[in-house]
């Protein structure tokens, strides 16, 4: 009982090909046109016959010719195989679909229904390889076990012929249920939801690049400009170059390193004071005597990069802060 619902359900929502006679099968049954050979609607709208062929069901072997005389002394008739899908052809090996309906085609049909095997209401959709399939002229379709089982059984107890109509109106397109009104709200906010995150993805993904690129520009572009700062010697007022003898104090001299980076300001007022009475206009100036990187002290005579700041640094020591940041590590000033 179940089962007929269900099948009833099915039969509501796909169309299918049409049997008119005998009244006791008349109806829509589903099916599923084949990938290969002729479309359905090639078919003239003329009514046709559907037989088993000979001299088994399944059209894996050599299927008798078909006598036309012996359904119809109308010519005009077109006589239908049905087969049943499965079983092996004269060689020992399985059969596929084009095996048969080219069959059938040899044996004088003009369209064939193949019934599966398995799967009670489960409709398989049929292939064939393009070797094969090009030699195929008439059109197949495929349905159910179950249809094809009280077409079979139908054929074999009454000896009597079944009438179908095949029409491109009765190809099952969508084997699914319609969707409801909530199913359908659903795959649209599911849509939407994919579409906006891969739009988000995508601007997100393009910012990171263009970062990326600028950043890896700008960095190659320092690197390129780093000759343009001067290197100098290193000359501490405060030693007298005679005798290199230290003139202020050494608690004095260590003013320097006592910075703290957190007071940076305060530090490099306190170094410049040092400074009061030096030219500041002459090129080898500089505010600091200390390397503010590697916090080492400038040797007298060693050479160090002066940025247009007047701050000194050890050239290993800046090159690569310079490339990275662009700006002087202790005042901060965009050097390039
Ligand atoms: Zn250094
Ligand atoms: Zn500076």
Known sequence: MIKVLIFSIFLRFCTAFRITFPP????????????FGPRLDSLSDTQKILTLVQPDRFGCKQINKLNHSLFSNDTNIEIVALILRGSKNANGIPCTFSDKILNAQKAGFTAVVVGNNIGGYWIHTMFADNK?????TIPSVSISQNTYSGLFEYLIKTNKTIKVELTEEGVVTNKHPKMSFYEKMLYIMLLLFLFFSATTMFILGGRLLYKKVRTFCDRRNRALRLQSIPLIQYNNPNIDSDTNDTIVENEEM???????????????????????????????????????ICLEDFSQGEIIKRLPCKHGFHQECVDGWLVKAGKCPICVQTVF
């Open 24 to 35: 006791e099968l008349t109806g829509i049954y589903p099916h599923v046109d084949a990938h």
């Open 132 to 136: 094969e399939s090009v030699k195929i």
């Open 254 to 292: 260590d003013v320097g390193l006592d910075i703290c980076l957190d007071d940076r300001s305060d530090g490099i007022a306190e170094i410049q004071s040092k400074h009061k009475n030096i030219d500041k206009n002459s090129n080898d100036f500089v505010h600091n005597d200390t390397c503010g």
